[in-house]
T-cell receptor
Framework: NAGVTQTPKFRVLKTGQSMTLLCAQD?????MYWYRQDPGMGLRLIHY???????AKGEVPDGYNVSRLKKQNFLLGLESAAPSQTSVYFC??????????????FGDGTRLSIL | AQTVTQSQPEMSVQEAETVTLSCTYD???????LFWYKQPPSRQMILVIR??????QNATENRFSVNFQKAAKSFSLKISDSQLGDTAMYFC?????????????FGTGTRLTIIP
């Protein structure tokens, strides 16, 4: 029962470097999400996808790009990392929305530090 | 815009006691969903309980129950017979589904510690 798997679990970057966070789900979910979690704050939505080939902006999309080329994968990219992007990143997935049982299944998170 | 407020940053309670975590929200929508998530030190977000706004009956999941007051826009979580494994951050979340604009909004969380 893999569920939602995030890779890597931890990474340290220098300012200006680029990287991609990978999220994979094996539940055939249509919807996938990327959140960031900062100290003293709740999760904030960065980008989300409602199906293969689609992406949409969330609450805090600036500085990030995403792609959903395959239904099971949702990639989050940082083109030029900044210290303000130091955070814990969570990926989540859910079945097709519109139903009340809409729990999102979360990955274990990726701790990203930008020096 | 929707907002979710958790006014208790930290709480602690003795094992086996009952504790209530508060959550209020603000929205102009009539149909929405509310959730409580638990985040233990392992960091994984775990769904604890969920409530549909149009249902008047409060949701219950074993030791976890909610007090949903729609008019007051309040959604508190009660944990009965608390256990050491309940120690975690608890997040209240609000979900609204407008086609093409789905969003799950989280509160800032309450850190709950169960004392042996």
């Amino acid at each position: 029962n893999a569920g939602v798997t995030q890779t890597p679990k931890f990474r340290v970057l220098k300012t200006g470097q680029s990287m991609t966070l990978l999220c994979a789900q094996d539940m055939n979910h249509e919807y996938m999400y990327w959140y960031r979690q900062d100290p003293g704050m709740g999760l904030r939505l960065i980008h989300y996808s409602v199906g293969e080939g689609t992406t949409a902006k969330g609450e805090v999309p600036d500085g990030y790009n995403v792609s959903r080329l395959k239904k099971q994968n949702f990639l989050l990219g940082l083109e030029s990392a900044a210290p303000s992007q130091t955070s814990v990143y969570f990926c989540a997935s859910s079945p097709e929305t519109g139903y009340w049982n809409q729990p999102q299944h979360f990955g274990d998170g990726t701790r990203l530090s930008i020096l | 815009a929707q907002t979710v407020t958790q006014s208790q940053p930290e709480m602690s309670v003795q094992e086996a006691e009952t504790v209530t975590l508060s959550c209020t929200y603000d929205t102009s929508e009539n149909n929405y969903y509310l959730f409580w998530y638990k985040q233990p030190p392992s960091r994984q977000m775990i769904l604890v309980i969920r409530q549909e706004a149009y249902k008047q009956q409060n949701a219950t999941e074993n030791r976890f129950s909610v007090n949903f007051q729609k008019a007051a826009k309040s959604f508190s979580l009660k944990i009965s017979d608390s256990q050491l494994g309940d120690t975690a951050m608890y997040f209240c979340a609000f979900f609204i589904s407008n086609f093409g604009n789905e969003k799950l909004t989280f509160g800032t969380g309450t850190r709950l510690t169960i004392i042996p």
